[in-house]
């Protein structure tokens, strides 16, 4: 467990990476309209939900290994707690996002009906990314969490 708690700081930019790539392909993909961005864009939304299911559970991983060796503050327990709920708020939304789109794309509903609102729906998303990042530098660079200088 505590291999893949410390983890956590190099799994977390992959799915940062490709959601937000995500975001600027759904943007990119309703102004050209083509096919092959509209797969790409299912693609890297695919593979950010997925890493982010690993984030999460690396981060859970690190919180639980942090709480086992007496290292956590009230201020701390509270920060955490608050980048942990955006941080699952964001999987959560991310892959709902991600089943809708699937479900839409395999019943070849009316596709362009929705790509307005998916654009919508993904700038909501790098919201929802951004708060979280910024909750988890915070962690890091007031109080060293997933550094040396907490230990």
């Known amino acids: 467990m505590e291999f893949l708690a410390d983890k956590h700081p190099l799994v977390i930019h992959f799915p940062i990476a490709f959601l937000t790539f995500y975001v600027v392909l759904e943007i990119i993909s309703q102004i050209f309209k083509r096919d092959f ?9 695919l593979i950010g939900v997925i890493g982010g299911i690993a984030s999460v559970l690396t981060g859970n991983m690190e919180f639980q290994l942090l709480n086992q ?18 941080a699952t708020l964001t999987m959560w939304y991310f892959f709902i996002l991600l089943i809708s789109k699937t479900y839409i ?10 790509n307005f609102l998916f654009v919508i729906f993904a700038v909501i998303g790098f919201y929802l990314i951004y708060n979280t990042s910024k909750i988890g ?5 007031k109080f060293g969490v997933g550094t040396n200088l907490l230990n």
Do not use: A, M
């Open 137 to 141: 530098g915070g962690l890091v660079y």
């Open 69 to 86: 060796n007496n290292l956590l503050t009230q201020t701390l327990v509270s920060e955490i707690s608050e980048h942990e709920f955006y």
């Open 105 to 114: 794309f395999l019943k070849k509903k009316n596709q362009s009906k929705f």
């Open 37 to 45: 961005l509209i797969k790409i864009t299912h693609l890297s939304l």
